[in-house]
């Protein structure tokens, strides 16, 4: 049963255009969330998290946004850059199971020099 | 601050055969987490340790993995015997585990594992 969903393999954005990558999620204790961008051969890297207390949340370029009431969280990139191509996954857990984290299945983005 | 580390980084082995993969987490980091990524799949996790305790191994499958974190601090996950299906990249991640809330994990290279 996947609780957390990305439902677009793959994202093509030329650069300086802004990135949009989705997530759904289906577990409404969900109360966390975060993205993490991988490269080829290394593990996944934090980029940013949101509390459900809150509905947006900004680091530089990136910030993503909760919408509750849909169940959909997404990562914003602006600009793009041709070092943002890598594999993003967001990642979602509840204050009831601890620390454990629900990954989605990870949106493949390229940057278009 | 050194990441997570992990070793091999690479291991192919056969079926039936045995494996073990080593973690050791950032330095002060109390807890410790075992994650199975299939191709095209997000990481799953198989287990979680709270310094030498096991919080959590509902998703590991016990017949054939183990896990243990003797001391508190490194910790291996063992596979015996190894299926086809067991093919997949196996990340260790830690957190600061202070707080009963919510942690960002920091995860390791991870280590490939391929099952012929």
């Known amino acids: 049963d996947q609780q957390v969903k990305q439902n677009s393999p793959s994202l093509s954005v030329q650069e300086g255009r802004i990135s949009i990558l989705n997530c759904d999620y289906t577990?409404?204790?969900?109360?966390?969330f975060l993205w993490y961008k991988k490269y080829p051969a290394e593990g996944p890297t934090f980029l940013i998290s949101?509390?459900?207390?809150?509905d947006k949340n900004e680091d530089g370029r990136f910030t993503v946004f909760l919408n509750k009431s849909a169940k959909h969280l997404s990562l914003h990139i602006v600009p793009s850059q041709p070092g943002d191509s890598a594999v993003y996954f967001c990642?979602?857990?509840?204050?009831?199971?601890?620390?454990?984290?629900?990954f989605g299945t990870g949106t493949s983005l390229t940057v278009i020099p | 601050e050194a990441g997570v580390a992990q070793s091999p980084r690479y291991k192919i082995i056969e079926k039936r055969q045995s494996v073990a993969f080593w973690c050791n987490p950032i330095?002060?980091?109390?807890?410790l987490y075992w994650y199975q990524q299939i191709l095209g799949q997000g990481p799953k996790l198989l287990i979680q340790?709270?310094?030498?305790?096991?919080?959590?191994d509902s998703q590991l499958p016990k017949d054939r993995f183990s896990a243990e974190r003797l001391k508190g601090v490194d910790s291996t996950l063992k596979i015996q015997p190894a299926k086809l299906e067991d093919s997949a990249v196996y990340l260790c991640?830690?957190?600061?585990?202070?707080?009963?809330?919510?942690?960002?994990?920091?995860f390791g290279p991870g280590t490939r594992l391929l099952v012929l």
């Open positions: 991640a830690s957190s600061p585990g202070q707080r009963r809330v919510q942690e960002t994990q920091y």
């Open positions: 577990n409404s204790m969900f109360d966390y």
């Open positions: 949101i509390s459900s207390i809150k």
């Open positions: 990642a979602a857990s509840a204050m009831y199971t601890g620390n454990q984290f629900y």
């Open positions: 330095s002060g980091h109390a807890t």
């Open positions: 340790f709270q310094n030498n305790g096991v919080v959590d």
